[in-house]
Structures are given as structure tokens and as C-alpha cells.
């Protein structure tokens, strides 16, 4: 593309007209995939932006939409900001509480539902929100006036000219997760986006035969820009996965060739094909190990001896392939952001042939700062800067010399929160650079390493600071584990809430002959299983930041009941409301190292004697 696109809505219009005949977006529909071409989203968004506009929608009101990713969320979007109007999407899975929040927040004007359902949600919001003048049905009746097909067709009859955005100009509030409290309208502009797309694509090769699987949320900014904008600037296509049970059929189907997604789907893929190849004979196990090792020597740049070449190749025809077909067979380029991969997980990844390339970003850079490149490429950091972007490190928050704050200056940094001027005060340095609230150094070669975050570090009693994310991802893949958090701050030690994965863990009950209707998180052969989990996965881990008690649990933590936000992170004031008491009780009467204490049963909690 381009690298002097002023707006989001100058780039679709000339790429609906330039791949006018290639497919853009695929949906499933009775068994079949069937695809919209460029022409054709092209027209829907005219036709729509006419329907807005004969709705009163002008420059600078702001339009929300409740719904999953599909053509119609796109074509609001790209009609919204023909309008000179500001896009503010939510995701579904969020409750209507938050819904409210925003639509009041952001003072929209008109919000699109995706089912009738979340329209009846919002129109019994609709006393408490003053500025609501219209709510419309992605799914509704064609014959009910406030259908999609109904606006659309009152733009046919009444078409509009786009505006054309100035680069300063809104393009849309992304709502940010709200891990610490409510969340905080991001505003980022036609030139912050239009200058991330031109960046990323003359960065990282995505040509119109590309395609990808899309099934990451546009309510977030890195699918948003990475599978809608990026997508559309190369002329490439995506198919919109509706469920995400049906993820991997989706993938045998539609063939992508780049996968987009985050580190906990790199971590099911690596739990999967382990727990695959463990069940499978011995010499099958032996090739597999020998073959990966191999791999992840000659992605290193080393040398590999005869009988190591050897078994790379045999680990290739007889596993790695099948592997990668399950994915479709045609992945150049599996693409991880939005929180810090595990190096082992990218390393095994990447082993089994699906090039693993890491980047970082955050909402408010639109959001990519940094990525690893075909070229350039480091497993285990996040990459070299992007063109027209600086990182500072500020050292003077880090505990080692070279380390601290990633402080990002560039056209990608937004605008600022939504009437948030405290907000706002905080997040800039006096020369105009955003504090990312993440720590992190570079390396001699300028590729960047994320260690964690400032707000989620504590400091245990002894003095020793820790950073609980990396520690947690690395605990969690263990297959039986679902997630885990890490809690001790002003404490002697660490304990864990560890939530079981119920489906695995049901499972190794069954083959252990352990009861069928017994609670999983009380047996005792399941803390020992969890234990022994715990004491693997951390053997790496400094001996202050091992946890030295957990507490078990079989319920999930979900974005329904509040322990996780939309984007999969954990709540952590939330979790602890509910199992606070429970990690503190691991405290009462405070262990030494390895004393073996019972526990009771109805606590539901074991003190490790291992960790």
C-alpha cells in the first residue's frame, strides 16, 4: 500500500475499487463458505453510510455496535467513518452493565445490536441514556424499519458522498479492558491507524493471496487493525470463524495461510500435540523428541550433525506434517501478540514448522510498536520497532541497568482517553511519549524483550520483587491447569489459585480409576497430580517466586462471571474478592520450606511441601 494514506477510509476506498473482483470476507452458510468480494463490501458500505446519514449521523457523533466479528460489523465501521463519525465497538461477551458504561461514556448516538436480544438490552438502557437517538438489528426482520437491511436500503434510496477524514480526526474509541477498574475510552485517529497499517504492511510481507482464519475480536484493537485494516490494505482475504469449538474444522477448511491469534492458543496447540504424542508408541515419541530438539537448533542458526538431520527429517514426514495439516497445511506464518508468549511454547511452535513471529503493542499504539519480521527474527522477544516509531527505556523504573518503563513516541500513539484528562496526565512524558505501564530492555541486535508489568508487580516481605504474568503463563501449561494466579504481595511467600481443567483432568480420574462424580478439586490423587505439576513448570523459576501453597479449584474463571476481561486477562482484584480468603488462609500459622501440613478437607486448598 501506500505510505501516505491520510485515513482508514481512504485505503478501503481504493482497495474496494483496485481487488474489486477478489473475495474479502468468508462466512459459513449451510455448510459451505461462501465469499463477499471487495466490489460488494464496498457497495454495502455506501449503502449504509447513506442509511446513517438519513438517520441524522454526522462528523463527529459517535456510532456503537454490540456483535462478534462478521461483514456487518466491518461495513458499520467503514460507513461510520465515511461519515466523519467515531466507530466504538463492544464485544458480546461483556455484560450489559458495561455495555451501559460505554454507551453512556462515550455518548453514542446510534448503537448497531447484532441480535434482537441485545437490541431489547439496550433499548431498557435507553432512560439512563440521553444522547441514544436510534438502536439497529443486525438481525432483524428485513420488513422492521430498524434492520440492517432496512438502513441499508434507505441509503440506496438516499446515497451520501464519503467525507474524506483528516488524519487528526477521531476514527474510533477502543475501550480498554479494565483489569485495575472501568475501562477508558482510547481515542485513535485516522492517522494513527492509517500510519500503523502503512508501517506494519512495508514491515512484514502480506500479499492479496494471503488469508487468514479470523477469530480474535475487532472490539480489540490487534484484531481490529492486524485482521480488518492490515487485511484490507494488502488485499488479502479472511474467514470469520462464528465459534470457536469449530475453530480447527474452520482451519482444515479454509486453508489460511498466516494465523493470527494469542499466546493461550499457541499453549493449547503446544498441550494438545503433546498429550497426542505421549499416548503414541515409544519410538514415535523418540523421533518426535530427537526431530523438535533438531528443529529448534537449526532455527537457531546451528549446525546440525548427520544424525540430527536425520531425525528432522524422519520428525517431519512422519509428524510434523500431519501436525501442520490439522491447521490447514498451508501456514507461512503463525502471528502471536496481546501478551508475552512463553519461549517455550514459541520454540515448539515454531519446531513443528509454523514460523511463530511475536510482536507488541497495546491499544493506545494502535497497537503495534514492535514485531519480529521474515529476516528478523529473535524467538523469545517481541521484535525490532516499526518504521516511524521510537522506544525509550526508561531506566529509572527498572531494578537492572538497561531494563524499565517502554516509553513509545510515534504517529500510532493516540490521541488520549476520552474525558480523562488525570488519565491523560499520567500516560505522556512532558516530550509527548506514552508510559506503557510495561518494563522491558533491548538487546545488542535492537530487538525488544517484554519482563512484565509495572501495575501487576508486588514486592513479597522479604523484599523481592515479583512479576506474576510470565510466571503464571508458564504454569498453566501444564494440561491440566486451566489458568493460575499467582498471589503474596507484603507476604513471606507465594501461594496459587490454581483452576483445574476440568476436561483433563476428569480424564486422568477416569483412567486412574479415581470415582466419576467425585469433586475433582478434593481428591487427594489430584493435588498430588497438581503438585507435581506446580514443582515441573517452575523448576526454573528463582526459589522466592515459587509458589509454596495452592489453592484448587474446579471453576472456571470466564469474562461472564467477572474474573477475566474480553481479551482473556485476569481481573486480579476480582479473583481475589472471591478466593481471597482462601489464598490468605494458606498463611495462618506461615510454613517453613517443605513441612508437609495437612490441611482440611473443606478448605479446599493444599500447602505444598514440594515447592
Not at 75 to 99: C, H, I, K, N
Not at 208 to 235: C, K, M, N
Not at 240 to 264: F, H, Q, S, Y
Not at 457 to 483: C, F, H, R, W
Request: glycine share 10%; with cysteine; charged share 20%.
Amino acid at each position: 500500500m501506500t505510505t501516505h494514506a491520510q485515513s482508514l477510509v481512504e485505503i478501503a476506498e481504493d482497495r474496494f475499487h483496485t481487488y474489486a473482483a477478489r473475495p474479502l470476507f468468508g462466512e459459513r452458510s449451510g455448510g459451505t463458505w461462501a465469499w463477499t468480494s471487495y466490489a460488494e463490501v464496498g457497495a454495502m458500505v455506501d449503502e449504509l453510510r447513506g442509511g446513517l446519514a438519513s438517520l441524522g449521523v454526522r462528523a463527529g457523533d459517535r456510532v456503537a455496535i454490540v456483535s462478534r466479528n462478521s461483514i456487518a460489523w466491518a461495513v458499520s465501521a467503514y460507513a461510520t467513518y465515511g461519515l466523519g463519525a467515531t466507530f466504538v465497538p463492544m464485544y458480546e461477551a461483556q455484560r450489559p452493565d458495561d455495555w451501559e458504561f460505554i454507551l453512556q461514556d462515550c455518548a453514542a448516538a446510534v448503537a448497531i445490536a447484532r441480535t434482537p436480544e441485545i437490541a431489547a438490552a439496550i433499548d431498557a438502557m435507553r432512560p439512563r441514556l440521553p444522547a441514544l437517538r436510534h438502536v439497529i438489528v443486525v438481525e432483524g426482520a428485513s420488513e422492521d424499519p430498524r434492520s440492517f437491511a432496512s438502513i441499508r436500503a434507505r441509503g440506496r434510496q438516499a446515497p451520501v458522498a464519503m467525507v474524506a477524514p483528516e488524519p487528526e480526526d477521531v476514527a474510533g474509541f477502543v475501550y480498554t479492558s479494565g483489569t485495575t477498574g472501568k475501562p477508558k475510552g482510547v481515542m485513535l485517529t485516522h492517522g494513527n491507524l492509517a500510519s500503523n497499517v502503512a508501517a506494519s504492511t512495508s514491515a512484514f510481507p502480506i500479499t492479496p493471496d494471503d488469508r487468514t482464519l479470523s477469530f480474535l475480536p475487532w472490539a480489540h484493537v490487534y484484531g481490529q487493525t492486524v485482521e480488518l485494516h492490515i487485511l484490507i490494505a494488502a488485499g488479502a482475504s479472511t474467514a470469520l470463524n462464528d465459534d470457536v469449538t469449530r475453530l480447527l474444522e474452520d482451519l482444515r477448511e479454509v486453508k489460511p495461510t498466516i494465523l493470527v491469534a494469542v499466546p493461550r492458543i499457541f499453549n493449547r496447540i503446544h498441550a494438545a500435540v503433546r498429550a497426542q504424542i505421549d499416548a503414541k508408541p515409544r519410538i514415535i515419541r523418540a523421533v518426535f523428541a530427537a526431530g523438535l530438539a533438531a528443529a529448534v537448533l537449526a532455527h537457531r542458526g546451528v549446525a546440525l550433525r548427520i544424525g540430527q538431520r536425520v531425525m528432522r527429517w524422519l520428525a517431519e514426514h512422519l509428524i510434523f506434517r500431519k501436525v501442520r495439516g490439522r491447521f490447514g497445511g498451508r501456514l507461512k506464518y503463525v502471528i502471536s501478540g496481546s501478551a508475552t508468549l512463553s519461549t517455550e511454547v514459541g520454540q515448539f511452535v515454531d519446531g513443528l514448522g509454523l514460523e511463530v513471529y511475536e510482536g507488541y503493542g497495546l491499544t493506545e499504539t494502535s497497537p503495534i510498536v514492535t514485531m519480529n519480521r521474515p529476516g528478523a527474527r529473535k524467538l523469545g522477544s517481541v521484535g525490532r520497532v516499526l518504521p516511524g516509531v521510537t522506544v525509550r527505556i526508561d531506566e529509572s523504573t527498572g531494578d537492572a541497568p538497561g531494563t524499565g518503563e517502554i516509553v513509545v513516541y510515534g504517529p500510532n500513539v493516540m490521541k488520549g482517553y476520552f474525558a480523562r484528562p488525570e488519565e491523560n496526565a499520567r500516560a505522556f512524558t512532558a516530550d509527548g511519549g506514552l508510559r506503557t505501564g510495561d518494563l522491558g530492555r533491548f538487546d545488542g541486535d535492537g530487538y525488544l524483550f517484554v519482563t512484565g508489568r509495572i501495575k501487576e508487580q508486588y514486592k513479597l516481605e522479604n523484599g523481592k520483587y515479583v512479576m506474576p504474568t510470565p510466571l503464571e503463563e508458564q504454569l498453566a501449561l501444564s494440561p491440566y491447569i486451566a489458568n493460575v494466579m499467582l498471589h503474596g504481595q507484603d507476604r513471606p511467600y507465594n501461594v496459587a489459585l490454581v483452576v483445574l481443567d476440568r476436561e483433563r483432568v476428569a480424564a486422568w480420574a477416569s483412567e486412574h480409576g479415581l470415582p466419576a462424580d467425585a469433586d475433582l478439586a478434593q481428591l487427594a490423587e489430584v493435588r498430588a497430580l497438581i503438585d507435581a505439576e506446580l514443582q515441573h513448570r517452575s523448576a526454573a523459576f528463582r526459589s522466592y517466586e515459587k509458589p509454596r501453597g495452592f489453592v484448587l479449584t474446579a471453576e472456571p474463571l470466564t469474562i461472564e462471571n467477572g474474573m477475566l476481561t474480553p481479551t482473556l486477562k485476569l481481573k486480579r482484584r476480582n479473583v481475589l474478592a472471591r478466593h481471597g480468603a482462601t489464598l490468605e488462609a494458606l498463611y495462618v500459622g506461615t510454613l517453613p520450606p517443605r513441612t508437609g501440613s495437612q490441611v482440611p478437607k473443606e478448605s479446599r486448598h493444599v500447602q505444598s511441601d514440594h515447592l
